[in-house]
């Protein structure tokens, strides 16, 4: 059974700190729904109703593409964990995001809550509105056996000249929505 609560509390925060991946769904007007796996340590419970996370360059921009495009209903996002050990759960966040790039004045206030990952191209800064639990009994068990490397050994073999001239041109989504590049490489070193 579902329950709705106004914020999160300390069983949320609890539950949110233990998992090593979550989901981010967002959805523009028109076009795809965006729904993208997150992990690394990146994400950050800085109030009851204010979360954020780090975002590193990957596949595409989508979600940035959304909230930005959905500024008139204020950067609708939904961010989704699951408890794959016991107790069952599902824990969803409701809330409206704001992208905020290492360019932009509040990068150094939301960057100090993070360890930074190289690539990151932007934290997510999300104004939780509401809280959902859910059973969670239709979700397998699974162990966490170790974080993928990949992306972060890429970025940081990445020449940081060479990466802001790449994402500099990268400035629609998948559906053709603007994105605003990051001005600037950041590096986990």
Same mark, same amino acid.
Request: charged letters at 25%; a negative charge; one cysteine or more.
């Given at each position: 059974?579902?329950? @709705?609560?106004?914020?999160?509390?300390?069983?949320?925060?609890?539950?949110?700190?233990?998992?090593?991946?979550?989901?981010?769904?967002?959805?523009?007007?028109?076009?795809?729904?965006?729904?993208?796996?997150?992990?690394?340590?990146?994400?950050?419970?800085?109030?009851?109703?204010?979360?954020?996370?780090?975002?590193?360059?990957?596949?595409?921009?989508?979600?940035?593409?959304?909230?930005?495009?959905?500024?008139?209903?204020?950067?609708?996002?939904?961010?989704?964990?699951?408890?794959?050990?016991?107790?069952?759960?599902?824990?969803?966040?409701?809330?409206?995001?704001?992208?905020?790039?290492?360019?932009?004045?509040?990068?150094?206030?939301?960057?100090?809550?993070?360890?930074?990952?190289?690539?990151?191209?932007?934290?997510?800064?999300?104004?939780?509105?509401?809280?959902?639990?859910?059973?969670?009994?239709?979700?397998? @068990?699974?162990? @966490?056996?170790?974080?993928?490397?990949?992306?972060?050994?890429?970025?940081?073999?990445?020449?940081?000249?060479?990466?802001?001239?790449?994402?500099?041109?990268?400035?629609?989504?998948?559906?053709?929505?603007?994105?605003?590049?990051?001005?600037?490489?950041?590096?986990?070193?």
């Amino acid at each position: 059974m579902a329950e @709705f609560f106004d914020a999160l509390d300390a069983k949320h925060v609890g539950m949110i700190a233990k998992q090593p991946v979550f989901f981010v769904a967002t959805a523009a007007a028109d076009g795809r729904i965006n729904l993208s796996p997150k992990g690394y340590d990146a994400f950050r419970v800085l109030s009851p109703t204010r979360v954020a996370y780090l975002d590193l360059g990957g596949s595409g921009n989508e979600t940035h593409a959304h909230v930005m495009a959905d500024q008139a209903d204020r950067g609708r996002i939904t961010i989704m964990f699951c408890n794959f050990e016991r107790p069952a759960l599902i824990l969803r966040i409701y809330g409206r995001a704001m992208p905020v790039l290492p360019q932009d004045r509040g990068w150094d206030e939301l960057a100090r809550h993070f360890t930074m990952i190289s690539g990151t191209r932007q934290i997510f800064d999300i104004a939780v509105e509401s809280v959902q639990s859910s059973c969670g009994w239709g979700v397998p @068990f699974m162990t @966490f056996d170790a974080e993928r490397e990949t992306l972060k050994k890429a970025h940081r073999q990445t020449d940081p000249a060479a990466w802001e001239a790449k994402v500099a041109g990268r400035t629609q989504s998948i559906d053709g929505l603007p994105v605003r590049p990051s001005e600037r490489y950041v590096s986990d070193e």
